[in-house]
Each structure stands twice: as structure tokens, then as C-alpha cells.
């Protein structure tokens, strides 16, 4: 029945975006892939606001009924309340009707399971459409890579242009599909590629070229390597615009620290704790290693969750992960959650790590609090059931009010937390 509901929704609001989109010219951009899809998101709304007018949604309205909200500026009620959803549609029949402010529409599309991209196709024509990255997500609804391959390359159906990570994205996805794909990368040639990368603290400098010349200098205070990604998306996304250089570099400095993203916040004793807590998957999990070995300090403590959703991959990918853990940039491996302590812990333990395990955050967090001092970083990552690993940075922090830049912070997810966990 719910299904059933949904796609009714689905179906009127798409019906009103197709409406508002004939009586308003406006450019789309979708953003899908495995991970990374809200900070290039973010990133790229961030930088075309240099010389647009954007409309974007900063949570996580990704699937088949939210998506068509972000138009209209709606919040998503309880997808049983009629009242609340006929208000939506009369509110909507109002603005197609008036003005539209909003030049560029930038969306991200997520799926949990096979045919759910391509059902976006049914309202969105997408302009340029962005994919992240392929790796395993939510593998328990996928026979394996090629399956979420295949789900994911659905954007390249319904977008006119297609740019696509190719350090991410295996060659072999790539090699057939048409012309109208390009490419951005960090590591490797590509159309659009992201170089000279020089950090300094939490500060980096870099260059964007494209076909082999130089397009811009730009810079970060607040950066990290798995967030370069979404810079160069949203630079490639900005220049195929036509935003200056100028324009491109003043939206990329500006880009805010995303809550749960390798965002740094001041931790007790004047340590620092890198908040990764959104999600986790093995690709991101390595990428946020990578970042705590190249920090230079005294101490440092790497938090792992669950990385939940990966079916019969879990066992082999947390003991990659586990693998990946280096003793001689790690002081302490703490992991939250079951398959975490069984597979990731002995893996890190067996490789030279000092490892502890624990069965919920607040624990984890207790633990670790003494061990707080000024030459000490903690990274903090996992993923949501069983792990909820934001109420550890909670514990940890210099200042109790930024417990409101962390997620899942509202009361809706304060109760799951109590109904999963018995703080201590």
C-alpha cells in the first residue's frame, strides 16, 4: 500500500514539474553515485550561486517523491498525512503560476535497490548529471558491482551530458558508453582533472584543468582528500556553464563544512575530532584514513563503525578496512557495531593495532575522553543502525553547544537513538 501511495505522490508531483518546467526555463543537475552525492551536491550549488540563481536542498531529499520537492521548496511530511500532502499540491499549483527565481535546480538522486534511478526519468530531464563514484551500497538488493554499475549509469539515459569520477568509476564502465560523457579525476588523466594539490594543516591549494590546460588556481581552509572530489565536480559543472574563473574560484573558497562530512570541530583538552558520521562505506572509510595519516600530530585515535548495507560483502570489506589500519600512524583502533568488532577489529589487531571494541557509541566515547590532549585527532566515522557514531563525537567535544552541527540531532532520531542504546 505504501508503494502504492508513493508512486501516486510521485507521479502528481512530477506532473507539476513538468508543468512548472515548460512555463519556466531552468537547467537541472543530478547528482547520483554510491558516496558523495550530498557534498558534491552542496559543492557544486556553492559554486554556481557565483553567477546563478540556485535552488537546492541541503538534507537529503534523494528518492522518488522527495527529489520533486526541492523545486517547489516543500518539506516532506509523513507520506500518510493527506491533509499535508493536498496543501503541497495546491501550494505548488500557485507557484507554477507565478514567477520562478531560480535559474538552476542542482538534485541528488539516490537508490537503495535495481530500477529506482531510471524511475526519475518520468519528470527529470537533467542537463548535466553527475556520478560519483561506483562501489558496493546497499548490497543486500544488488547481485554485486556490476549490478550497482549498472543502476547508477542509468544517469547517462535521461542526462544530456554526463560527468563522471573516473578515479572512481572502473575504466570498464566507462568504455561503452557514448560521446556525451566526460570525465574529472584527481588522480589520473581526465577532462576535467584536479592537481598540484599541496596541503598545508587543514588548508590545500590546487589547480582545475581541462584538455591539458590550466583553467584556475583555487583553495580551501577547510578541506580534506575525499572532499576534492566534490570541488572538482563542481568546478568541471561551473566551467561547462560558462562561470569565469573567477566566479569558480570565489564559490569553491566559500563552500561550508557539511555536518557528518570531515567536518573539524574543537574536541576537550584541545584535541581535534574529524566528525565523519554521516555514513560509511569501505571507499569513503579508506579515503578518511588517508586523511588522519597525512595530519601530523602526537596522538591518533581512529573511531570505525558498522559499515552497514554491504550484504556478503561486509565480511571481506571490513576486514579490508581493518587491513588498511596503519599502527604506525594509529595509537588506537576503537570500532562500534557487530560486524565491526568481529571482522574490522581483528583484522586491525592482527596487523599491529592496538584495538578496543565496543557495543554502542556512548561507551566508545567515555573510553576515549581521558586519553584527550592538545597533540591528539580523532577520527570518527560509521555508519547509522547499531553505530550512530555522532554520539561519540558528542561526548568528546570542547564545546557542548556544537552538538548542533552534528546529524541526526532532532528529536525523531534522539528517540531511535534511546530505543537502540542505553546512554551512560
Known amino acids: 500500500m505504501k508503494k502504492i501511495l508513493k508512486n501516486l505522490v510521485a507521479s502528481i508531483l512530477g ?15 543530478a547528482v547520483t553515485g554510491s558516496i558523495g552525492k550530498t557534498s558534491t551536491k552542496l559543492a557544486i550549488a556553492s559554486v554556481l550561486s557565483q553567477g546563478f540563481t540556485v535552488r537546492h536542498q541541503t538534507g537529503n531529499y534523494n528518492d522518488l517523491v522527495s527529489v520533486p520537492l526541492v523545486f517547489f521548496g516543500d518539506r516532506m511530511p509523513n507520506i500518510w498525512n493527506p491533509v499535508a500532502w493536498s496543501w503541497i499540491f495546491l ?52 547481485a554485486g558491482l556490476d549490478a550497482v554499475a549498472e543502476e547508477e549509469l542509468k544517469i547517462t539515459g535521461f542526462a544530456k551530458k554526463t560527468l563522471i569520477n573516473k578515479d572512481l568509476v572502473d575504466a570498464k564502465y566507462l568504455k561503452d558508453l557514448r560521446s556525451k560523457v566526460m570525465t574529472y579525476a584527481a588522480a589520473q588523466p581526465a577532462d576535467f582533472r584536479l592537481g598540484e594539490v599541496k596541503f598545508n594543516g587543514d588548508e590545500a591549494e590546487f589547480t582545475l584543468t581541462s584538455g591539458g590546460k590550466k583553467i584556475l588556481d583555487s583553495g580551501h581552509q577547510k578541506i580534506t582528500e575525499p572532499q576534492l572530489y566534490s570541488i572538482c565536480a563542481a568546478a568541471a559543472v561551473a566551467h561547462a556553464m560558462g562561470l569565469s574563473p573567477e566566479k569558480i574560484d570565489a564559490g569553491i573558497r566559500g563552500i561550508p563544512a557539511v555536518s557528518g ?26 579515503a578518511a584514513l588517508d586523511t588522519l595519516y597525512r595530519i601530523e600530530s602526537k596522538h591518533k585515535i581512529a573511531v570505525l563503525g558498522n559499515m552497514n548495507e554491504l550484504g556478503h560483502y561486509s ?42 571494541t565496543f557495543n554502542d557509541p556512548y561507551s566508545a566515547g567515555q573510553f576515549i575522553k581521558p586519553l584527550l590532549n592538545a597533540g591528539t585527532v580523532v ?37 531511535i537513538k534511546r530505543k537502540q542504546f542505553s546512554p551512560r
Open 315 to 356: 565480511r571481506p570489506e571490513h576486514i579490508a578496512v581493518g587491513k588498511y589500519c596503519d599502527p604506525k600512524q594509529l595509537d588506537l583502533v576503537v570500532t562500534i557495531g557487530p560486524d565491526a568488532n568481529k571482522y574490522l577489529a581483528p583484522a586491525a589487531e592482527q596487523g599491529g593495532n592496538k584495538v578496543k
Open 91 to 142: 501550494k505548488n499549483e500557485i507557484k507554477i503560476r507565478r514567477s520562478y527565481p531560480y535559474e538552476i535546480v542542482v538534485l541528488e538522486l539516490g537508490t537503495d535497490g535495481p530500477g529506482q534511478i531510471e524511475q526519475f526519468a518520468k519528470y527529470l530531464q537533467v542537463d548535466i548529471g553527475v556520478l560519483t563514484s561506483i562501489a558496493p551500497e546497499h548490497m543486500q538488493f544488488f
Open 261 to 286: 562530512r570531515m567536518q573539524h570541530l574543537d574536541g576537550e583538552n584541545g584535541s581535534v575530532i574529524i566528525d565523519d558520521t554521516y555514513n560509511a562505506s569501505p571507499q569513503a572509510t579508506q
Open 379 to 415: 577520527l570518527v566515522k560509521g555508519s547509522q543502525n547499531k553505530v550512530f557514531a555522532e554520539e561519540t563525537v558528542k561526548l568528546l567535544l570542547e564545546n557542548p553547544s556544537d552538538s548542533a552541527k552534528l546529524v541526526r540531532q532532532s528529536p525523531y532520531w534522539l528517540k
Open 15 to 29: 506532473w507539476q514539474i513538468i508543468r512548472l518546467r515548460r512555463r519556466h526555463p531552468m537547467r537541472v543537475i
